[in-house]
Structure formats: C-alpha cells, structure tokens
C-alpha cells in the first residue's frame, strides 16, 4: 500500500479482493466490455461485446448489476431490469455515438421520413431507444436488417460508418444519422498500409465502426467479439486490430503465440484509446460497489417504451 500526500494509494490485490468480497455480499454481478483495461476484464463474471452484455444482463438472476462498460451499456441492463440496482462505476462514461443523437433531433429526422422505420444501433440514448422500432449491435445487426420487408424504409441511427457497411453488405438503401466514433474515425489509412507493407503476413481486421476506407483494406470485419472469434480460428499468425485496444487483452490470453498490432491513429496520440471506456478504473469500480452508488436512475416511461425494440432484437437475433 503506497500512501502520497493527499491520498490513500491502494494496490491492485486490495481492489481484487474486495471487489470480489463485495460481489457476494451484493450477490452482484459484473459485467465488463473488451474495452476495459486488462485488471476489470480478469474479475468480470461476464466479459463480451455489447449483445452478449444485454444478453448476460437479460439472463442474470443477481440482485444488482456492476456494469464496467460505457453508460448507454448499463441503460440497456437497467431496461431490461428494471426492478434491480444497476452500478455504473462513472456515470460520465458516455459514448461520443450516443452523444450525437439527441432524441428531439433524431425526432426532427423521423418528421421529414414519416414513412421510415428506426433501426437504431445500441451506443444511443434509452430516449432514442424509446423511440426506435429495432435496436441492434454490430454483431447482430446485418441479421436484424436482412428480416425487414424489402418494402419498409429504413433510418439507420447513430453510426453513419456502420450504416454505410450494413447497406453494403445487404443492399438496403436506407437513410443514416451522421453519427460517429471518436475512437474508430481516428485510424489512418496511410499507416496502416506502411504496416501492411512492413508486416506482409498480417491481416487487417476491423470494427464496422470504422471509415469505410479502412473497411475495405480489411481481410474481416466484425463486432469486438467476432474479432476475438476469428482470431482464435484464424490460421493467419499475426493481425493489424482497427478497433480499441481494450480487445488484445483478451486476443493475447487466447493467442499467445499470435503477434497482434494496433492499427495507429493519423496523429501522434492515443486517440484509438476510448477516453469514456477508460474512465472506470478498479478504483471507482471497488467505490461504485461499496456505497452503491452512482446508480442508473430512468425515467419509468421511457424505461416502459425503450424496453420494446431491445426485446425485437433480442427475439430477432435468436433466428
Ligand atoms: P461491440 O458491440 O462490438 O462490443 O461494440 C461496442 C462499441 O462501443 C464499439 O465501439
Ligand atoms: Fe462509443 Fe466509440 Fe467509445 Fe465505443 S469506442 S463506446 S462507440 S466512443
């Protein structure tokens, strides 16, 4: 234990073992994406991309949800519990997705395609949920798209970039928000293609929230936990990873004999990092569960309402 002037420093066994005696005393559980630095994902109950999450906290019988992951993340395990403590380490892990969607802009949008469906992508709001008709994932989503009517028009919300790959992939013409990452808009084309060129063995992969440029360099593109799939069955030895860093942890346990290369930013930066994902640290995660506190608080309408396209994709994504 290492003591500064104004703060107690607490190590890393104290945070495990207290966040793990404070699991059973809640009878919590702990949910936590890929994008968590490497300590939260080894003690998560469940770790996954943001389908598997919402099926996890669909399924949990824990009285209270510990969710390390982005803020719209736990909304949806919130949605879907609504009778349940839901934890959120730091309410201010946002997502810059959700954040370029408010709902009454998004309502101005749906005014002028009055004849369009929603299809919106999970990193929103529970207000933009509440007033979609399908939520989906990126590892769900060209299923959900492909079982639409050809007939029925489509607005795809908030990922511009996801929406572009999803009317590529099905040959749906729909209209997309122009929303996106602040993560995956960040990767260049140029030094990717220098690491290709020096690494010629590697294979690119990508995360559909990625410019369509980089998209089509990729050798596969897929959801965080698709990317984790296809590196393990891959018989390729080494990988240029388009998406967060969080994600090599858990390549790097699976495949240690693998060599995995972050794919850069344009700038010199550690732009690819998510600056929302990366707010929650053992440390907030050990206090969020010992004071229960800050808790997802929604508003009970919105709630009711936003419950109903999270269900559709849950059902879709069975078929
Ligand atoms: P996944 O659903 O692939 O985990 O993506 C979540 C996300 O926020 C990617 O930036
Ligand atoms: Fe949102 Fe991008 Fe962070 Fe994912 S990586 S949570 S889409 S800002």
């Known amino acids: ?43 998560a109950d469940h770790i ?33 519990n609504p009778d349940k403590l839901v934890l959120l380490p730091d309410l201010n892990a946002g997502c810059s997705l959700a954040e370029g969607c408010p709902a009454d802009l998004l309502q101005k949008f749906k005014d002028k395609h009055k004849d369009h469906i929603i299809i919106s992508y999970i990193n929103c709001s529970a207000e933009v ?32 970039n996801l929406g572009s790959y999803l009317i590529k992939k099905t040959g749906r013409d729909m209209v997309l928000w122009q929303g996106a990452c602040i993560v995956h808009e960040t990767f260049s084309e140029r030094k990717i293609m220098m690491l290709k060129l020096e690494n010629p063995k590697a294979k690119l992969i990508a995360h559909p929230e990625c410019e369509e440029k980089i ?7 897929g959801s965080t936990s698709a990317l984790l799939n296809f590196v393990e069955k891959d018989s390729a030895t080494e990988f240029i990873v388009a998406t967060e860093p969080g ?17 850069p930013p344009e700038a010199n930066c550690s732009c690819n990092e998510c600056p929302y994902m990366k707010l929650n640290t053992m440390e907030k995660l050990y206090l969020c569960m010992r004071d229960g506190t800050p808790e997802i608080i929604l508003d009970k309408e919105i709630q009711r309402r936003a419950l109903v396209p999270i269900q559709r994709m849950l059902e879709m994504s069975k078929k």
């Not at 809640?26 to 890929?34: F, G, P, T």
């Open 247 to 263: 994600i090599i942890h858990q390549m790097e346990k699976a495949c240690p004999d693998k060599k995995f290369i972050l794919a």
């Open 215 to 221: 998209l089509m360099n990729s050798d596969f593109v």
């Open 48 to 80: 996954g991309d943001s389908l598997q999450l919402a099926q996890a906290a669909e399924k949990t019988n824990a009285d209270v949800i510990v969710f390390a992951g982005v803020h719209f993340m736990a909304e949806t395990a919130k949605i879907l």
């Open 129 to 160: 949920k509440a007033m979609s008709d399908i939520i989906c994932t990126s590892s769900n989503a060209e299923k959900l798209v492909k079982q639409i009517p050809e007939s029925q028009k489509i607005i795809f919300a908030p990922d511009k």
């Open 1 to 43: 234990m290492i003591l500064t002037k104004n703060k107690e420093v607490k190590s890393k066994e104290f945070y495990v073992s207290e966040i793990l005696r404070l699991k059973k005393e809640l009878n919590a559980v702990l949910l936590a994406h890929y994008y968590q630095e490497g300590d939260i994902q080894d003690i």
